[in-house]
């Protein structure tokens, strides 16, 4: 049984700067509906969102969905249950952590902003973000951002996707989230679903039971996670979760 199906946003239900699939995510919101919690195993899994984005982002997505399940942001940082309206902070999230993620604040400020269409990703209280919708921008960041950590905070992780670059502590990853919204559920890893298109989404791929990616994903991703779906983006999202379902109904011991 796939008792959890959790959802990247970026790449997955939209492309950063460009209108919603509203036909699909229609689609996506009657599921949520129909889904059991996911405490409760049925044929429906539960839906949650585990996203890079700032709470705020996640928590609109969230109600437009109607979803009732927890949800993850800033990749875990953070968990916004959309029943109880209440957000609880990532235990992983030290003032040390916060001390070191300010100091990577302050360089992308004064030494990667200026002259540039980047901008800090403000937001964001558990790891440190820049955006831009310059694509060759962050491909020029990726490698100077591997540098400054590798000397001066080789324990943090350097992340991107096609429009940002995000630096985290090893304890704040979507790998860790999930594992820590799952054990707040009371589900088990084995039997829970996620999709994802970039490199900060593999190594949560690869803790599931039930990797996607859509095919829109980066080739590294695609590579190493059996279900690869036709369709791109959210059509992805929504094949990826019918496929959940069809799982389920086969399953001797559903229901």
Not at 12 to 35: Q, T, V
Not at 121 to 132: P, S
Not at 133 to 140: A, H, L, Q, Y
Request: with cysteine; proline share 7%; hydrophobic share 35%.
């Amino acid at each position: 049984m796939i008792n959890l199906f959790i959802t990247d946003i970026d790449g997955c239900l939209s492309e950063p700067y460009r209108p919603y699939d509203l036909d699909h995510f229609s689609i996506l919101r009657r599921y949520a509906g129909d889904a059991s919690p996911a405490a409760s195993p049925g044929f429906a899994p539960a839906i949650s969102i585990c996203s890079g984005r700032a709470y705020a982002y996640v928590e609109s997505v969230t109600q437009a969905l109607g979803l009732t399940c927890p949800v993850l942001f800033e990749s875990g940082g953070g968990m916004f249950d959309p029943v109880t309206a209440q957000t609880t902070w990532n235990p992983a999230f030290t003032d040390e952590v916060a001390a070191e993620l300010e100091e990577v604040r302050h360089w992308f400020a004064t030494d990667c902003v200026p002259g540039t269409k980047m901008s800090l990703d403000h937001a964001k209280r558990t790891q440190a973000g820049i955006v831009t919708p310059d694509t060759s921008e962050i491909e020029e960041l990726r490698p100077r951002a591997e540098r400054f950590v590798e000397e001066n905070l080789p324990h943090l992780v350097v992340f991107s996707t096609d429009n940002s670059v995000d630096i985290v502590p090893p304890s704040i990853t979507k790998q860790t989230g999930i594992a820590w919204l799952c054990n707040e559920l009371g589900v088990s890893t084995t039997e829970t679903a996620y999709i994802g298109d970039t490199d900060a989404d593999l190594d949560a791929l690869l803790s599931v039971g039930y990797p996607f990616a859509p095919a829109n994903a980066h080739g590294v991703v695609r590579e190493q996670v059996p279900h690869v779906t036709q369709g791109e983006v959210i059509r992805g999202t929504v094949e990826a979760y019918q496929w959940c379902l069809q799982h389920n109904r086969r399953d001797p011991e559903a229901g």
